[in-house]
């Protein structure tokens, strides 16, 4: 086997990952980025997983991956109470919480499964992510609206590192100025793939914002896991 970055990576002649979750592999051979830049935009997208390593770690999410419930499922939007569109559930280290739109979250204690693949993240980028919020998206029905990861609590040197599993979904990015009508900027649309990763570089979430718009065409299920450094 070969290694990048320090994670074990497949070699053509193994068809079957194994069921142990201390081990996760990423694809063979180099690893080719698409590198998208605009205005304050730096995205990195990468194929990380091979279908049958993307397929297994998804079977581990929906089978291990316990999900919040009551209030946890709820945000504040100008002042009122509304129930989310999706599930989602945060692991992390120990009295990590993190706090947006009127909720807070706290960290249940890192799995093996969900440490692991922040290990691969964090090797790949070299940036020690200490939270991660998962949602999962039943269908194309449950989304999330357009909004920027832009806490205070939030490292804002590190890039925000989110892994897709199941179904491909559009992934949508535009400018504040533009979604205020004060200048055109173009929106960015990428397809996020099973088993792919998009980086949001610093400082893109300062200015663009980013949703997952309801698409009918869309019958899986997607769990996109978005992995965060905070101070």
Excluded at 10 to 39: F, M, N, W
Excluded at 99 to 110: C, D, E, H, I, Q
Excluded at 186 to 195: R, S
Aim: net charge positive; proline share 5%; hydrophobic share 30%.
């Amino acid at each position: 086997m070969t290694s990048v970055s320090g994670v074990s990576a497949t070699t053509a002649d193994e068809s079957h990952p194994s069921d142990d979750t201390s081990t996760i592999y990423v694809k063979s051979g180099p690893l080719t980025s698409r590198i998208i830049r605009k205005e304050n935009l730096d995205l990195q997208y990468t194929k990380l997983f091979e279908k049958r390593v993307a397929d297994c770690i998804f079977r581990k999410l929906e089978s291990q991956v316990e999900y919040f419930t009551g209030d946890l499922l709820r945000i504040k939007v100008y002042g009122k109470w509304h129930r989310i569109p999706r599930k989602q559930v945060s692991y992390g280290d120990t009295d990590r919480s993190y706090s947006f739109s009127g909720v807070t979250l706290p960290a249940k204690p890192w799995i093996p499964l969900i440490s692991h693949l922040r290990d691969v993240i964090s090797s790949y980028t070299g940036h020690n992510y200490n939270f991660v919020l998962i949602n999962r998206y039943k269908d194309g029905c449950d989304h999330i609206g357009e909004h920027r990861d832009d806490e205070s609590d939030l490292d804002r040197t590190a890039p925000i590192a989110s892994l897709s599993f199941g179904q491909a979904r559009e992934f949508v990015l535009k400018h504040a100025d533009a979604r205020k009508k004060l200048r055109h900027i173009d929106t960015v649309k990428i397809t996020l793939e099973h088993g792919s990763l998009l980086l949001m570089n610093p400082p893109t979430n300062r200015y663009w914002y980013h949703s997952l718009p309801p698409r009918k065409s869309a019958t899986g299920v997607r769990i996109n896991l978005t992995f965060r450094c905070l101070v």
